[in-house]
């Protein structure tokens, strides 16, 4: 079974810094894309980041570009996302999903997300 | 960036009913458009890819279609599990922008 648990999350205050961790598990890890996908609750989605499979490619949404960086480590099953200059609008639950192969997306699977809570 | 744009933003439907939404891009993405379904508290599932494909184990009472700009997403015989917000989302650009969503609620 594929399974992806973020982790990470909590009160930041503006101007801070977080990373953002997703452990996977139940399938090869480096033969797939990521994305990290946020959501302000009861708002729509916002793609926010992708790597591909063996991190030579990463692209960012324009409205975070230059503040968070997506990376992974194979070796550890793992994705992340490193936050900083963090603002009141980056306050949503961020998912990470995994894409249909290479790229992020189409997103195949997803986590239940990890809420960051940005704080004034 | 590629702009997605849905419609409707709400759709008003009964079990049974066949019901259609939109989603249009800015500029052509080919077929490189998914459909997500999210439920209340839940993570979205992925319905469709590459505009047409259904993913395993969705109900085959979904369908999508289109190319270039205009696509749509077809329930065919709604079922009470079926109400709930669905997103187009592109892939076709390095910038995987996704539509405002459509509210299918129960009439």
């Known amino acids: 079974e594929v399974l992806l648990v973020e982790s990470g999350g909590g009160v930041i205050r503006a101007g801070g810094s977080v990373r953002l961790s997703c452990t996977a598990s139940g399938f090869t890890f480096g033969d797939y894309g990521f994305s990290w996908v946020r959501q302000v609750p009861g708002k729509g989605l916002e793609w926010v980041s992708a790597i591909s499979w063996n991190g030579g490619s990463a692209t960012y949404a324009d409205s975070i570009k230059g503040r968070f960086t997506i990376s992974r480590d194979n070796a550890k099953n793992s994705l992340y996302l490193q936050m900083n200059s963090l603002r009141g609008g980056d306050t949503a639950l961020y998912f990470c999903?995994?894409?249909?192969?290479?790229?992020?997306?189409?997103?195949?699977?997803w986590g239940q997300g990890t809420l960051v809570t940005v704080s004034s | 960036e590629i702009q997605m744009t849905q419609s409707p933003s709400t759709l008003s439907a009964s079990v049974g009913d066949r019901v259609t939404v939109t989603c249009r891009a800015s500029q052509s993405i080919r077929n490189w458009l998914a459909w997500y379904q999210q439920k209340r508290g839940e993570a979205p599932k992925l319905l469709i890819y590459e505009a047409s494909t259904l993913q395993r184990e969705v109900p085959s009472r979904f369908s999508g279609s289109g190319s270039g700009t205009e696509f749509t997403l077809t329930i065919s015989g709604l079922q009470p599990d079926d109400f709930a917000i669905y997103y187009c989302?592109?892939?076709?650009?390095?910038?995987?922008?996704f539509g405002q969503g459509t509210n299918l609620e129960i009439k």
């Open positions: 989302q592109q892939y076709y650009s390095s910038s995987y922008t």
């Open positions: 999903a995994r894409g249909l192969m290479v790229r992020g997306a189409p997103m195949a699977h």
